[in-house]
């Protein structure tokens, strides 16, 4: 089955500590994403990546890192620079660039929700 | 003020009822619209676009109004099932990867 795979489920850290989200698609897609929700709040962007080797900042992106060094891969660092780390991350792809809609359908993968305490 | 914005609810609805809800957008030039579901903890999965002309899926109803900026949702013959928060992504097309929003989410509870 083709789809996007997030590990792990839940995920603890001390403050202080660098911690890496792991992100896998096997849908060939050629664009993936890194979201954050919060409770009450809508997916905010941290980065995406709309090729390999190149990844641009989203709406959030400070105290994030991330790399695409691979298609099907694009990991995310949580460092310990962000203030406010807890929270549902959620990674995404899209199939590329296109003028139908059916190019922007965002594919999930089933989220980490991280605790820093 | 956001770009995109929904009434979070959360809208009670007897089983079997009708519910409506809309979103709306500040940015004129969007171009795609899609409504998502999202169960309690889990990701969003797509329920479905929403066409200019409006379309229908099942119990679902999606419309676009372009003058007034929103598109609304409405859910026909509520199920327990149908309990969710329903987010509404709005794409600004201003290259061919567009740029996505997302709402916040308006959360449904269908009681028996």
């Known amino acids: 089955d083709g789809g996007i795979t997030q590990s792990p489920k839940y995920l603890f850290r001390k403050e202080g500590q660098n911690v890496t989200l792991s992100c896998e698609q096997n849908?060939?897609?050629?664009?993936m994403y890194w979201y954050r929700q919060d409770p009450g709040q809508g997916l905010r962007l941290i980065y995406y990546?709309?090729?390999?080797?190149?990844?641009q900042k989203g709406d959030i992106a400070e105290g994030y890192s991330v790399s695409r060094e691979k298609k099907e891969s694009f990991p995310l660092t949580v460092t310990s620079a962000q203030k406010n780390p807890t929270a549902f991350y959620l990674c995404?792809?899209?199939?590329?660039?296109?003028?139908?809609?059916?190019?922007?359908?965002?594919?999930f993968g089933p989220g980490t929700r991280l605790t820093v305490t | 003020r956001k770009e995109v914005e929904q009434d979070p609810g959360p809208f009670n609805v007897p089983e079997g009822a009708t519910v409506a809800f809309n979103c709306t957008y500040s940015n004129s030039a969007s171009q795609s619209f899609f409504w998502y579901r999202q169960d309690c903890r889990k990701e969003p999965k797509l329920l479905m676009s929403v066409y200019s002309s409006g379309n229908e899926d099942g119990r679902f109803t999606a419309q676009l109004n372009r003058a007034s900026q929103y598109i609304s949702l409405l859910i026909r013959d509520s199920k327990l099932s149908d309990s969710a928060t329903y987010l509404c992504?709005?794409?600004?097309?201003?290259?061919?990867?567009?740029?996505?929003?997302f709402g916040a989410g308006t959360q449904v509870v269908v009681t028996p």
């Open positions: 995404a792809s899209t199939p590329g660039p296109g003028g139908t809609p059916d190019t922007y359908e965002q594919y």
């Open positions: 990546s709309q090729i390999v080797n190149d990844f």
């Open positions: 992504v709005v794409i600004l097309t201003t290259d061919s990867w567009g740029k996505l929003q």
């Open positions: 849908l060939n897609h050629d664009a």
